[in-house]
């Protein structure tokens, strides 16, 4: 089947440590995004990318770091700089931008410990 | 202001009734609507999908587009409380990125 797997779905930070979030497709899109979800904030855009080797910053990129080496993987590494990063985050991706709407994984909860 | 607006809530009716969720928005080069359900501590799942314009109905969902006044409705006839979950509207100009609402929590009491 196709679709977006994210890993892990629970993830555990200490203070100062970068963890990384893993989101691949098989759907063959060419778009990818990160979202993060807290509490009555509704989805805010960390990163984006369009296609291979090339991404692009969100509205709250400060403290996350991103990678499109292929087509089908796009991780989120979410740095000690992030301040707050306790949230629930969603990789999405789409077939031609917007147009269609996105797909999106199953999301994973980072939690700092 | 936000580009889109959308009501928290959280809502909460009674098993059969009917439901309607709104956004306004702004910006008035948006022209793809759409409504995605979002159970908790999943990822949101494409409900309902409009383009410019009118009504679009699939079962028990009817989405209306208004772009004169800027203002989307998700209406959800006979509601069942398997569909108490987070609706969140998200429209776009087009090739550019999604802008989502804030997400409406929705409760159907048996």
């Known amino acids: 089947d196709g679709g977006i797997t994210q890993s892990p779905k629970y993830l555990f930070r200490k203070e100062g440590q970068n963890v990384t979030l893993s989101c691949e497709q098989n759907?063959?899109?060419?778009?990818m995004y990160w979202y993060r979800q807290d509490p009555g904030q509704g989805l805010r855009l960390i990163y984006y990318?369009?296609?291979?080797?090339?991404?692009q910053k969100g509205d709250i990129a400060e403290g996350y770091s991103v990678s499109r080496e292929k087509k089908e993987s796009f991780p989120l590494t979410v740095t000690s700089a992030q301040k707050n990063p306790t949230a629930f985050y969603l990789c999405?991706?789409?077939?031609?931008?917007?147009?269609?709407?996105?797909?999106f994984g199953s999301g994973t909860r980072l939690t700092v410990v | 202001q936000k580009e889109v607006e959308q009501d928290p809530g959280p809502l909460s009716v009674p098993e059969g009734a009917i439901v309607s969720l709104n956004c306004t928005y702004s910006?008035?080069?948006?022209?793809?609507f759409m409504w995605y359900r979002q159970y908790s501590r999943k990822g949101p799942e494409l409900l309902m999908y409009?383009?410019?314009?009118g009504n679009k109905e699939d079962g028990r969902f009817t989405a209306q587009v208004d772009k004169s006044s800027k203002y989307i409705s998700l209406f959800i006839r006979d509601s069942q409380p398997s569909d108490s979950a987070t609706y969140l509207c998200?429209?776009?100009?087009?090739?550019?990125?999604?802008?989502f609402g804030q997400g409406t929590r929705l409760t159907i009491n048996p």
């Open positions: 999405a991706s789409s077939i031609n931008g917007a147009n269609y709407g996105y797909t």
């Open positions: 990318s369009q296609i291979v080797n090339d991404f």
């Open positions: 998200a429209m776009s100009e087009g090739a550019q990125k999604l802008v």
């Open positions: 759907l063959n899109h060419d778009a």
């Open positions: 409009t383009y410019s314009s």
């Open positions: 910006n008035s080069a948006f022209q793809y």
